[in-house]
């Protein structure tokens, strides 16, 4: 992608997926969980354009298969609904009925057609959807005092410490593109998808098949370069959907604004993936791999996700230890050729590993460094021109003591 000015992208920390015309967000208690708000809802003015990418996962759950189905119609939609507490995954029949029917009761209470919504559900699997609670809800949710953005991006969340938003401008034919997204994960984070939950929206008008290109490309740059503790889990998905309320002239890869306008859905992209990696389950640091001179994309990228994945290398980084062999290990059975006597490797500003041989350093300075709530770990293969970067969290006691009484 080509470079563009950080001048040409105004970013708003504080916005999220109602900034862009035309679209609003709720939320609200339904009963799903004891006390938190469970049960969310996005909303456009008019049909959107949409683009959609899932878990690998394979047990979809029902809520990915009545979506996918739906946005294959026509490729709109113009509502989202979902509930957190409960994933409606390995639920059978059952489960596949009551999407349809949270879609059907949200649809109703809209007056649009049904397949104009798309379901999403995050939480517990295998168990079945209180629905008499959750029908319910949808018949209420659409009441003035659960319409704010709030209500909405703390609906989505599970054991999500924090919300997670921002959003973007830029200029699109003179006029203002907004892009504003909001996401959910914490744990089982592993994509090609995971637990996470992406909605963005946009005000653009943009050809379908090119948003949908620029979402997958831009998903391998971003929320497929996180990981939390390698698990993929069943449900989720990243949603964008494009209203064109704007009124710019239609966006093509062929229009000379095209980059810009990726470039700003990268950045929204790239700022909730980090904020996932962040919010990891029990984590106190954000991790970052900046992986360089590989000869294909692929390589840096999959050399950058050994890394981040390593339960070594994350449990060292909570313990503020500089042990570089845990990193060297982790790119030896990446699976990824590596000439050794080329690899450099660095931890923040501290050179550790150079020429297949340790670097000296002190060692208190590294780890002074490694307390910081950003960590970056530099990888220089001198291989090529291709490179990648990679997102995780450190490995703590709190981790195990949250996924030990998940359910319970």
Not at 296 to 324: C, M, Q
Request: glycine share 8%.
């Amino acid at each position: 992608m080509p470079a563009v000015s950080n001048k040409e992208i105004v970013v708003l920390e504080e916005e999220s997926v109602t900034l862009p015309k035309g679209f609003k967000a709720g939320g609200m208690h339904c009963g799903i969980k004891r006390k938190r708000l469970d049960l969310g809802y996005i909303v456009s003015e008019v049909p959107a354009t949409v683009a959609g990418v899932y878990t690998t996962n394979i047990f979809q759950a029902a809520p990915l298969l009545v979506t996918q189905e739906s946005i294959a119609k026509e490729n709109k939609i113009q509502a989202v609904i979902v509930n957190s507490g409960n994933a409606n995954a390995c639920t059978g029949e059952q489960g596949l009925l009551d999407a349809f029917e949270m879609q059907k009761g949200f649809a109703n209470e809209l007056g649009i057609e049904e397949h104009l919504v798309a379901v999403t559900s995050t939480g517990v699997i295998g168990e079945l959807l209180p629905m008499d609670k959750v029908k319910t809800g949808i018949n209420q949710i659409l009441q003035t005092k659960y319409a704010t953005e709030d209500n909405f991006k703390n609906a989505i969340l599970t054991t999500d410490t924090c919300i997670k938003q921002v959003a973007v401008q830029v200029k699109i034919n003179g006029k203002t593109v907004s892009i504003g997204g909001a996401a959910k994960g914490s744990g089982m984070i592993h994509p090609n998808m995971a637990t996470m939950l992406g909605f963005i929206t946009t005000d653009a008008n943009i050809a379908h098949e090119d948003l949908h290109a620029a979402l997958k490309d831009i998903t391998n740059q971003t929320f497929n370069m996180i990981t939390v503790d390698g698990d993929t889990s069943t449900n989720d998905m990243v949603l964008v959907l494009a209203n064109g309320l704007a009124g710019n002239e239609q966006l093509t890869k062929d229009h000379p604004d095209w980059e810009l306008f990726k470039s700003g859905l990268k950045l929204v992209s790239e700022e909730l993936a980090k904020k996932i990696a962040r919010d990891g389950e029990g984590a106190t640091k954000l991790v970052e791999v900046q992986v360089n001179g590989a000869y294909s994309h692929e390589a840096a990228r999959a050399l950058g996700k050994s890394i981040i994945s390593s339960n070594l290398v994350k449990t060292a980084i909570y313990g503020t230890d500089p042990n570089w062999g845990r990193i060297v290990t982790a790119i030896g059975y990446s699976g990824i050729p590596v000439e050794p006597n080329a690899l450099k490797v660095a931890i923040g500003p501290y050179k550790v590993f150079e020429n297949g041989l340790p670097c000296p350093f002190v060692e208190e300075e590294v780890k002074e460094y490694l307390e910081l709530e950003t960590v970056k770990i530099h990888v220089e293969l001198n291989q090529g021109n291709e490179s990648a970067t990679a997102w995780g969290c450190d490995l703590t006691y709190d981790y195990v003591k949250i996924n030990a009484s998940y359910r319970t």
